[in-house]
């Protein structure tokens, strides 16, 4: 049965090879002072930036840069931003880049008019912004974390060895995102790769949680395969417009929170995945695949019918003749395969964890309670020793 709840998603979306005209729309909407916020560089090398700059220009923008947001971006780094945008008096923050520039971007929205410690108020204490939000738009250029239409923003504290997520209501979400397929075309392919394993495991995480009859399991199943099927034309021809611009559109919806509504949902392997990231500063969708298997054989006799009807709906797999149990094996060696061939790093190993480090991840693994089974730390450390 479904639960109750409300909806709104208030990000508006420009998608397509013109959707950076969409700038021009919104920009007049916003203040003259805009603060540019970009990553390590990427924007300057394929044009993106240059393309930017000059609409900015031309919209009569005084443009206050903040580059250097490395993936996975540090609290550090956020105070940094906090200061840039301060000094600017930004009126409007417009992020270039992906999950991690976007994530970047809402949190220093939210900290720029707050006198607390940001990573203590909104990642520690999980708190809402209780200042003037200060409005974020996304020009995206790396596919998989959602951001682009979510509230979601991921902090990583390095002294602390924590990489924490805070979900933060409509007020924060993007105002417009301008989704363009061909400006992911000059991504490295383990980007690449690593950004669908992102979206197949948002999809996941909310997939394998609950036993209704739920709309958003058919459409969940059908976001899968759309996937699938365009993430193995992409990985042998990464200029294929049809197969970037579906996975670029799946990316979004898997993460937008229209599937979890009505539903629980379990984010065990973010909560994994990110424990990972902390102690190894490791690719995001990368620490996930790595960990997946392992987390999903442990709970699969915990929620056996979903992992069968995952196996049917999703992999293509036969039950005739076959346990609940056989079929919902055989789905998940078909997703470990398949994995494999696409060129997802399957161990902890190639990431950087070492058995030494085992004690200090689990340590920094958030324990969630809406998946198949509640994991203790034993379970959790067990897990990791298989994912070496
Ligand atoms: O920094 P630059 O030079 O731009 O290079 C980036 C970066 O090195 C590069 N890149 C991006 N677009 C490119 C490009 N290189 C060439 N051409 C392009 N067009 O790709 C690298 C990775 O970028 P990043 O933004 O870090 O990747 P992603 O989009 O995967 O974001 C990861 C972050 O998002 C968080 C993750 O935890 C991680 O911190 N997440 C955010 C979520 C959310 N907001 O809801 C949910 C996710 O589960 C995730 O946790
Ligand atoms: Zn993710």
Not at 11 to 24: C, H, P, Q
Not at 52 to 76: C, H, Q, R, W, Y
Not at 250 to 258: D, M, V
Request: aromatic share 10%.
């Amino acid at each position: 049965m479904l639960g109750n709840f409300t909806y709104c998603n208030p990000t508006k979306l420009y998608f397509g090879k013109d959707a950076l005209d969409g700038l021009n729309e919104e920009l007049p909407k916003y203040g003259k002072n805009v603060l540019l916020v970009y990553g390590g560089g990427s924007i300057k090398k394929n044009g993106i930036y240059d393309k930017v700059v000059a609409i900015l220009k031309a919209n009569g923008k005084n443009i206050f840069e903040d580059a250097g947001v490395m993936p996975n971006p540090t609290s550090d780094k956020l105070n940094e931003g906090v200061e840039r945008a301060k000094k600017a008096k930004a009126d409007f923050i417009l992020a270039v880049g992906g999950g991690s520039v976007c994530d970047y971007a809402k949190a220093v929205s939210v900290s720029v008019h707050c006198n607390d410690d940001p990573w203590e108020k909104y990642f520690i204490r999980f708190e809402e912004p209780s200042c003037n939000i200060i409005p974020v738009g996304c020009v995206l250029t790396m596919v998989g974390t959602g951001s682009e239409m979510n509230g979601g923003s991921v902090i990583t504290n390095h002294s602390q060895k924590l990489k924490i997520g805070h979900v933060f209501g409509e007020n924060v979400f993007p105002k417009f995102s301008v989704l363009n397929p061909e400006f992911t075309y000059t991504l490295p392919k383990y980007q690449m790769v690593s950004g669908i394993y992102d979206i197949m495991s948002h999809i996941l995480e909310q997939y394998f949680s609950g036993e209704d009859d739920n709309t958003s399991d058919y459409i969940m199943e059908g976001l899968l395969r759309s996937l699938v099927h365009s993430a193995n034309i992409a990985v042998k021809n990464p200029n294929d417009y049809e197969a970037r611009s579906n996975i670029m559109w799946i990316a979004t919806w898997a993460l937008n929170t229209l599937v979890a509504k009505g539903k629980t949902t379990d984010w065990e392997v973010h909560m994994l995945g990110q424990a990972v990231g902390a102690h190894t500063d490791a690719t995001h969708g990368m620490t996930l695949a790595a960990v997946s298997m392992p987390y999903y054989r442990y709970i699969m006799p915990y929620g056996l019918k979903k992992f069968a009807r995952y196996a049917v709906n999703v992999w293509g797999v036969n039950p005739d003749g076959k346990t609940e149990q056989q079929t919902a094996e055989q789905g998940l060696a078909a997703m470990e395969s398949w994995m494999k061939s696409v060129g997802l790093v399957m161990n902890i190993t190639e990431l950087g964890a070492t058995e030494q480090m085992l004690d200090g991840i689990t340590e920094s693994t958030l324990i969630m309670d809406g998946g198949y089974k509640v994991l203790n730390k034993t379970e959790i450390r067990s897990i990791y020793q298989q994912s070496l």
